[in-house]
Structures are given as structure tokens and as C-alpha cells.
DNA sequence: GTAATTTCTAAACCTAACTTTAGATCAAGG
DNA sequence: CCTTGATCTAAAGTTAGGTTTAGAAATTAC
């Protein structure tokens, strides 16, 4: 056993918790470098499990994964991360969170005033002007205020 | 002019500020249903206008169409909605945001004390067991703890 | 009465985040 | 050495929530 021959795909998988193909993918999303034995077949740092950890943690967050990326960008790339550097980005992720919930809570507090009175069927009503409505969740093409329709 | 024509797709569009193609697929999915005039166009009732709206405001909220059309089911089919009829509804759409929240900042609360630490590597962190995960953003298949992958 | 709009349907296309499939290669156990 | 299990790549399939396109029919406007 060399000191160092680094987690086979599958090993990190059971590690993780997450799918073979998941962690392929989320390495064409650019989230994770594996390295690549002999055979070409991917290795990974024990450290992988734990970056692989934050993505999971970050999605329930609601992050995308570019935005995770970009997220993760901040660890430094020359050394394996310190509990300290992870603590760090945590910050960053902790902002997005803090105004995740702010949003909800304020469209929380209008509804009950809205719902049932006439601004309900006005486009200036309170809970038509979130800030991040057009990333606020799901997928694909979607038409929001300010993002004129064809027709 | 009838007393009751009803709104054309195109008028009931601009009213919400909806695509047309966006109406046409709500019906297909159950939220809305529109009847058709001698030529076979649809035309909606003014209370539609609500109606879209709430489905707006419960897609911000992050409900599913699935889920809004569950909520909407709860509305009298046989009258036009009064407004308490709205309020009504909007109690349960209040629960779930109620409930959304209060995820969000027990994961937050959490976050603080979990990156950094050992815990981030374990499937038993607080942060890996929220209740409505699956379904929390995002679309497509998704593995998630409890929900076992092929490979 | 004709031209310009709208609307109709069905089917294809789009993004995000993955999974599945197929056929080939690698690695490990006996 | 051979067999079994793990990996590899590339491409296609899936879901949610819509949009786009194409050709045809209905409405509206003049």
C-alpha cells in the first residue's frame, strides 16, 4: 500500500453518499479534479469527501452548482483545505442563506394581508417584487417581470 | 356584447402578466380550466386572473405545480371564489412557507458550527437530515438519502 | 370582403441536474 | 489465467416548467 493511491469513484461514492454518475457529473461541472491512475481510471483525496460534502450541504441551500463552484473557488488550490479555510467559505454561504430566508419571510408576512384583498390581481402588489425571483428555484426557461415574452 | 363573454388567452395574459404558452400549459397541468367559445378558443372568467396569481405567488414560495394545484383544489369548484374562500387557502399556503422557513434556519443555525468541524464528512451532521429534501429545489431525478441509486 | 391579429394543436426544443445504457477496458480474487 | 466486479466514455433519457415553431382556423379591423 503506497501512502497515497487516492479513493476509487465507488469508494468515494459510499463515502458520500452520492451516485457514481453524480460525482462524474459534478466533475464536468468543474466541482471536483480527480487525478487519473495508470489505467486511467479517476483517484480521488480523501479531502474530496468533505468538498463533495459542501456541495451536497450548499444544494440544500438552494445554490446552483455554478454558484457552488464559485463558492468553492475561494479554497485555496495549492494545499488540501484546513478546517480554517472551510470555515471561511462558510461565510460566503452563510450571506446567501441569511438572505434566502429574509425573502421568504417577508413574502411570508405579506401574505396573509394580500391574499384575499384586491392587490391579488394587481402586478404591484408586495409579493410580485422579490429581488430574486427568476433564480428562486427549479429549472429552464422561465418568464418573469422584466423578461418580456415573445408573445 | 354578452354579458359574459369571458377573456380571451391573450387578454388574460397581459392581465397577469403571464406568457400565453405559460396559460396553456397551466391548464394541461390542472391549474386552470377554461371553457371554449363556438370557434374553440379558450376564455377564462375574471376570477381567473386570481387564480394565476396565486399560482405566481405559491410558485415563489417554491410549490410545485402539483403542489398549487393541490392547494387550489380546496377552492368551491361550483361558485366564483369569494375573498375569504382565498383567505382560506391561503392559511395552508402560510403553513408550508411557515415550515420552508423554519428548515432553512435550522440548516443555518447549524452551518456555523458544522463546516469546519469533523462532521461535515459524516451522513449524521444535522445538516444532512432535513425533512423535505427531495423535493426542496431543483428538478429532475435527484438521489437522495433514502432513495437508493442503481450503482 | 379582405387583411392583419389571435388563437389553435402537436411536436420539438430548452435548462438543470442527473441517471441509464452499451460496449469496452481495468483491477482484483482464487 | 480466468472470471467477476469496478470503471471508462459517449450518448440518450428523465423531470419540471416552460418556450418555440409550423401550419391551419377563428377573430378583429378597416
Redo the contacts with the bound molecule.
Keep these: 500500500m503506497a501512502v497515497s493511491e487516492g479513493l476509487?469513484?465507488?469508494?468515494l461514492a459510499r463515502r458520500t453518499g452520492l451516485?457514481?454518475?453524480?460525482i462524474?457529473?459534478y466533475e464536468a461541472q468543474g466541482l471536483i479534479t480527480p487525478w487519473r491512475?495508470?489505467?486511467?481510471?479517476?483517484r480521488y483525496q480523501r479531502a474530496d469527501i468533505r468538498r463533495l460534502s459542501f456541495v451536497m450541504i450548499a444544494?440544500q441551500f438552494g445554490l446552483?452548482?455554478?454558484e457552488i463552484r464559485e463558492v468553492l473557488s475561494d479554497l485555496p488550490g495549492n494545499r488540501t483545505p484546513t478546517p480554517q479555510d472551510w470555515k471561511d467559505i462558510s461565510v460566503s454561504l452563510r450571506a446567501r442563506l441569511d438572505q434566502r430566508i429574509d425573502t421568504l419571510t417577508r413574502l411570508r408576512d405579506n401574505l396573509d394581508g394580500c391574499i384575499g384583498c384586491g392587490c391579488l390581481s394587481l402586478p404591484k402588489c408586495a409579493l410580485y417584487n422579490p429581488d430574486d425571483r427568476a433564480k428562486s428555484h427549479?429549472?429552464?426557461?422561465?418568464?418573469l417581470m422584466g423578461d418580456a415574452?415573445?408573445t
Design positions: 476509487a469513484i465507488g469508494a451516485a457514481v454518475s453524480a462524474r457529473y491512475n495508470a489505467g486511467g481510471q479517476r444544494q446552483t452548482l455554478p427549479g429549472s429552464g426557461p422561465r418568464y415574452p415573445k
